[in-house]
């Protein structure tokens, strides 16, 4: 079983930045891959981010440049640092994890980029 649980969500003006966390319960060199999903209103949810066991990582195409995905192997936490924001990154951010054959997701974080 893995928890998971995302923080750092919040308001943000076009341009700014915010960092996302994601703390897992587990050690997470157990984890084969952590990501970062996220879903706007009435859209499907789309794969942001994520990073293997190995440290490698992978970005859809509309936040290469811009989201950086890292972990912190004494914490247990994986961050998603977001910059230059634009409205359309407004979404709700999950952290999902695939530990073996199965799949774990968090609660959600509210991202809203917005003047």
């Known amino acids: 079983q893995v928890q998971l649980v995302e923080s750092g969500g919040g308001l943000v003006q076009p341009g700014g930045s915010l960092r996302l966390s994601c703390a897992v319960s587990?050690?997470?060199?157990?984890?084969?891959?952590i990501g970062w999903y996220r879903q706007a209103p009435g859209e499907q949810r789309e794969l942001v981010a994520l990073?293997?066991?190995?440290?490698?990582?992978n970005y859809t195409d509309s936040v290469k440049g811009r989201f950086t995905i890292s972990r912190d192997n004494a914490k247990n936490t994986v961050y998603l640092q977001m910059t230059s924001l634009k409205p359309e990154d407004t979404a709700v951010y999950y952290c999902?994890?695939?530990?073996?054959?199965?799949?774990?997701w968090g609660q959600g974080t509210q991202v809203t980029v917005s003047s």
């Open positions: 999902n994890a695939k530990r073996l054959t199965n799949y774990y």
């Open positions: 587990r050690n997470i060199f157990s984890i084969n891959y």
């Open positions: 990073i293997t066991s190995g440290g490698r990582t």
